[in-house]
């Protein structure tokens, strides 16, 4: 009971920044909406992701549900979002390079933008400070210049792209004019410049911070007794 009653207190303040919300509706922005839930509530600053769809508020229930993960400057990100096909979970985060390489390596990169490329390969000087071998290759792959690189042992290969450096950065501005580099082809399409902006999107099967039950449960309520349910979904499988 006393938990229920904290979640009734939490809730209260989250139907709260709906409701004022939805007064101005027509003209009403889903990342300052955003900001004002990670602000109204201790559960939804630290433990639930909110993600974006449609210009909705998406929560999960269910811990397996497909998602993407973006990072970067926000005017980037609400490009991204109006054209995502699934709900983003948006942080103006930068990430350090063994998490890039992490993401690369697990094969869930969707984008990076040139400053990553710059800070992590082209201002680099190892592994230690830049991205692993492979997923250096990984990029190089994309980049077209691969067999430049391919078959050196480390120290080679980190020497090598200081005297490469101009190589890789017009492959780079070559494949990539917007300064953001689509891991795969079918999203190449997708108009979003990057400047010299951190940004980047990876894939997530995964929510990592989800619904429990009774939280769920008295948000439903009071989201449809407040008649804002309109603004939100709650995917429960």
């Known amino acids: 009971m006393i938990a229920r009653g904290v979640y009734q207190f939490e809730i209260d303040r989250i139907t709260q920044v709906f409701s004022e919300n939805q007064e101005i509706q027509e003209a009403r922005d889903i990342f300052v909406l955003l900001k004002n839930l990670r602000n109204s509530s201790v559960i939804m600053n630290s433990?639930?992701?909110i993600m974006l769809h449609r210009n909705k508020i998406v929560f999960s229930k269910e811990k397996y549900y497909f998602h993407y993960k973006v990072?970067?400057?926000?005017k980037?990100?609400?490009e991204f979002v109006k054209v995502s096909s699934e709900p983003v979970v948006y942080k103006d985060f930068i990430i350090n390079n063994t998490y890039v390489s992490n993401l690369i390596r697990d094969g869930i990169l969707i984008c990076i933008s040139y400053r990553y490329v710059r800070d992590?390969?082209?201002n680099a000087s190892n592994q230690h400070n830049g991205l692993r071998k492979q997923e250096l290759l990984s990029i190089f792959e994309v980049l077209g210049i691969k067999n430049r690189f391919e078959n050196m042992e480390i120290t080679q290969l980190w020497n090598e792209i200081k005297i490469q450096r101009q190589v890789i950065t017009d492959a780079f501005h070559e494949k990539a004019p917007n300064g953001i580099l689509w891991m795969g082809?079918?999203?190449n399409e997708i108009d979003i410049q990057a400047g010299e902006a951190y940004f980047i999107v990876f894939k997530q099967s995964q929510v990592n911070q989800y619904l429990d039950s009774d939280f769920c449960e008295i948000l439903k309520k009071s989201l449809n007794q407040k008649n804002i349910h309109n603004m939100v979904d709650i995917y429960e499988n």
């Open 47 to 49: 433990n639930v992701d």
């Open 71 to 74: 990072f970067g400057e926000e």
């Open 76 to 78: 980037i990100a609400r």
């Open 120 to 122: 992590y390969i082209l």
């Open 185 to 187: 082809a079918k999203n």
